[in-house]
């Protein structure tokens, strides 16, 4: 973003109509049974406007609706579909600065990194899913000369989204896109928390030619519009990403219900491995950082537990201390100089001082950080904080904390680098830094993570799977193989002699 030329978002912020209902069959709609809830500015702490409470009223027909809107979708002609979903990603650039605007507001994140990142990222991913639509190819197989069989890819029907509020543009993006490319129809569920960019995601979707109810959005509580979607009979698949303990009940859901397919992207405690040999300290300094206060720690694959051989233990701390203070002060998320927003709820911000004072508790030292900015009066801030002499048992080292706490973990040996490492019931992500190419491979070999990062961290871009092991999830985003995982084979068998 040019700074000098940034418009002035406190008075846009004002302007900007906050009200969120759902968006059934290409209409803006309140509950069915008209209740609401207060959406919360989390760097305020005050109501910004209402938010429909979506049931299983709503959720029922946001199903039908997408069940009718399935066969025009399904049966659109690719390159027709593709062009779609083009304009749609064309659609959600020119309409960054209010989506930007609405998840800033939402949940804290600095509205520079939501100009700069999250709106170009969520148009580039359905950009991606749109040039699959027409590379996907059924097959042929061998069979006797008596009979012809092929093996067709058809779309599952209705899925059903539901995601957090971290990133509300990019998770979004990363279930609906994938799930519309293949041909299925959408409800999506977002957190109650950043409810506002889904409902305007679904109306660019209708005006950039999508049929209505092809996307429907339906606002609530999990416990409600949530769990109604995943129990719903006429739902074919649950993408879930969030905590572990929901994870499991989308698992029962599907059960108790339809057998329906489920595809979690869950917790994680993604370790950050340096080596003796580290090729770079400055650098593996700079990813720990921002893998850890980037967005507040709401994130993920937080580089949250960071493995430091003993011989290079304390410059790390003494660096990584340095230059978080000078690269991370929470402060006003619309201010574009500011690069640590809010938590995005007072809930959020108990539970992670509850973990600020559980590591004392327990024995770790603080070496920066520890509450609240004293300089700032309201909203729901914590600032960054780094504790050393952490023990791999102690609750800062294996729950996931979700905010800007980090825990430094000293290490003698390579193999005990990776008993710690794995040494969890989360495998989402990891990163190794270490100038000996055979033992970074044969850390990414051992280690258990969906993604290993050798020598970086946080680089990624479409090809490359995303998605967890163990309690980290079942699922995968991006890719093509994403794109396949919202279709189902079917065999067709001719008797030809």
């Given amino acids: 973003m040019d700074k000098t030329q940034a418009p002035d978002w406190h008075r846009l912020a004002r302007e900007l109509c906050v009200d969120a209902e759902n968006f059934i069959d290409g209409q803006s ?21 209402a938010t429909a409470r979506g049931s299983g009223r709503d959720i029922d027909g946001a199903v039908r609706s997408a069940q009718n809107a399935f066969p025009a979708w399904s049966r659109m002609a690719p390159r027709e579909r593709m062009k779609v979903l083009q304009d749609f990603a064309d659609r959600i650039e020119a309409d960054a600065q209010n989506l930007a605007l609405m998840d800033t507001l939402d949940m804290g994140m600095p509205i520079s990194s939501m100009i700069d990142v999250e709106v170009s990222e969520a148009a ?12 996907i190819e059924g097959v042929v197989t061998r069979t006797d000369a008596s009979a012809f069989n092929y093996v067709l890819h058809e779309p599952l029907g209705v899925v059903g989204a539901i995601t957090p509020w971290n990133f509300p543009l990019t998770q979004a993006a990363g279930k609906i896109a994938p799930a519309l490319a293949a ?34 959005v339906v606002n609530g509580y999990g416990r409600e519009a949530g769990k109604a979607l995943a129990k719903h009979m006429h739902v074919a698949k649950i993408a879930f ?27 994680g405690k993604s370790p950050q491995i340096v080596l003796a040999d580290v090729d770079n300290l400055d650098y593996a300094v700079d990813c720990a ?25 304390d410059e790390f701390v003494d660096k990584l201390a340095r230059l978080t203070r000078r690269n991370y002060v929470p402060g006003d998320p619309l201010d574009t100089n ?8 007072e809930q959020q911000q108990k539970t992670v001082l509850g973990y600020l ?20 009066e309201s909203g729901f801030f914590v600032e960054p904080s780094l504790f050393t002499g952490v023990d791999n048992t102690m609750r800062i080292a294996q729950e996931e904390i979700f905010g800007p706490v980090a825990s430094v973990i000293r290490f003698r040996s390579t193999d005990e680098a990776i008993r710690i490492a794995n040494d969890t019931i989360y495998g989402l992500t990891a990163s190794v830094f270490t100038r000996d190419l055979t033992t970074a491979h044969a850390l990414a070999r051992d280690v258990q993570a969906g993604v290993v990062w050798l020598n970086t961290m946080n680089e990624s871009d479409m090809t490359m799977p995303w998605g967890g092991v163990k309690q980290s999830g079942t699922g995968r985003d991006n890719c093509l193989a994403t794109m396949y995982s919202y279709l189902q084979t079917k065999s067709v068998w001719t008797r030809i002699a």
Avoid: W
Wanted: aromatic share 6%; proline share 5%; net charge neutral.
């Fill in 29 to 49: 709609l309140p509950s069915a049974d008209g209740r609401r809830f207060d959406n919360i500015n989390p760097a305020t702490g005050d109501a910004q406007g």
């Fill in 241 to 267: 990403t969030g905590s572990v303990a929901i994870g499991r009940k989308m698992m029962i859901y599907a059960g108790k219900s339809n057998l329906k397919h489920v595809a979690t992207e869950l917790g």
């Fill in 289 to 313: 950082m921002h893998g850890i206060f980037g967005n507040t720690g709401q994130v993920c694959n937080a580089a949250s537990r960071m493995l430091v051989h003993e011989s290079v233990h």
């Fill in 338 to 345: 500011t690069t640590m927003g809010p938590l995005v709820s």
């Fill in 357 to 376: 004072k559980a590591g004392l508790e327990e024995g770790a030292k603080l070496e920066f950080g520890g509450g609240v900015p004293g300089k700032i």
């Fill in 183 to 216: 041909g299925n129809t959408v409800v999506l569920k977002p957190s109650e928390e950043s409810p506002q960019s889904a409902t305007r995601l679904a109306s660019l979707f209708v005006e950039a030619g999508g049929p209505p109810g092809a996307f429907n």
């Fill in 124 to 135: 580039d991913i359905f950009r991606f899913f749109a040039e699959t639509i027409d590379k």
